[in-house]
């Protein structure tokens, strides 16, 4: 998870959880959490974005899927040189990898603390502090930090990108977004809808779903980038290109780094930002 602000107890904590879209691929250092957290002194935001991070990766980052670990041995000391490689595993599926992982991301295993690793395209455990060595004869669950730390935020759900394709992508995103929401426990939530696709059956089917499942939980950006995104980015005069996009169902080029029909540039993650702040 990214800091935006310093933790407070006295501030609205909001946790913003995706993929490279919350994580701000293509803003050039402009991402939506941080737009959100300079509209309002009060807030405390955490980004919790990582690129190539499907539904299913992003259910287990917060705890709705168990992320089992199987069995090995925590060392005594707490350096990387003696981090374990470990073997992790969602239920009884084959062995995955997060690749994602760019920093130390903070994890308990078995009661220990530590954190999850990638390196040299393998998942390590690195213990937070030394102490007795711990072996495991079966599989743990492994907590993320989201899961241990920020359960009762406020969620901001952004999930979708990189789910398959049609047919096949909406019974998974369905399914996953209603475990991670149901696993909150609370109403304090957004779900974002799907933003890179053109105007279809599939984008259609995805509204009704979402709205008639979370009603004024639902944010659909897609629409808004559509009718409002480019005035409120102060574009008062839409290029050839945007007029073409948009007629199309897709976000103008004007909010999207060239070339990038996935992601929003600095003025698209603004203006999404702050939409969501007002929402």
Same mark, same amino acid.
């Given at each position: 998870a990214s800091r935006i602000d310093q933790i407070d107890g006295s501030k609205?904590?909001?946790?913003?959880?995706?993929?490279?879209?919350?994580?701000?691929? *293509? *803003?050039?250092?402009t991402d939506y959490p941080s737009i959100i957290a300079g509209e309002?002194?009060?807030?405390?935001?955490?980004k919790f974005g990582y690129p190539s991070e499907d539904s299913l990766y992003i259910s287990a980052m917060c705890g709705a899927t168990a992320l089992y670990v199987d069995p090995f041995t925590i060392p005594t000391t707490n350096t990387l040189?003696?981090?374990?490689?470990?073997?992790?595993?969602?239920?009884?599926?084959?062995?995955?990898?997060?690749?994602h992982i760019?920093?130390?991301?903070?994890?308990?295993?078995g009661g220990i603390e530590g954190y999850l690793l990638y390196v040299d395209g393998v998942n390590k455990f690195q213990r937070a502090k030394s102490?007795?060595?711990?072996?495991? =004869?079966?599989?743990?669950?492994?907590?993320?930090?989201?899961?241990?730390?920020?359960?009762? =935020?406020?969620l901001i759900l952004w999930?979708?990108?990189?789910?398959p394709s049609i047919p096949d992508m909406n019974a998974t995103l369905f399914y996953q977004i209603d475990t991670i929401i149901k696993n909150l426990q609370h109403k304090k939530y957004l779900v974002v809808g799907v933003m890179n696709t053109e105007k279809s059956t599939?984008? =259609?089917?995805?509204?009704?779903?979402?709205?008639?499942?979370?009603?004024?939980?639902?944010?659909?950006?897609?629409?808004?980038?559509?009718?409002?995104?480019?005035? =409120?980015?102060g574009i008062t005069t839409p290029s050839e290109q945007d007029q073409i996009d948009i007629s199309n169902g897709?976000?103008?080029?004007?909010?999207?780094?060239?070339?990038?029909?996935?992601?929003?540039n600095a003025a698209g993650y603004t203006v999404v930002g702050k939409y969501l702040y007002k929402y």
């Open positions: 609205i904590r909001i946790s913003c959880v995706g993929d490279s879209i919350t994580d701000g691929v *293509g *803003g050039n250092g309002d002194n009060n807030l405390d935001v955490f040189a003696t981090a374990p490689t470990i073997t992790l595993r969602m239920a009884n599926k084959a062995a995955l990898t997060l690749d760019s920093a130390q991301n903070q994890c308990t295993v102490g007795d060595a711990v072996t495991f =004869d079966r599989p743990q669950i492994l907590l993320q930090n989201y899961e241990m730390r920020h359960k009762e =935020d406020i999930a979708g990108t990189n789910d599939n984008i =259609d089917n995805v509204t009704i779903y979402y709205r008639r499942c979370y009603g004024n939980h639902y944010v659909n950006i897609r629409q808004y980038l559509l009718d409002y995104g480019l005035a =409120d980015a897709m976000v103008p080029q004007s909010l999207r780094p060239e070339g990038d029909s996935y992601h929003l």
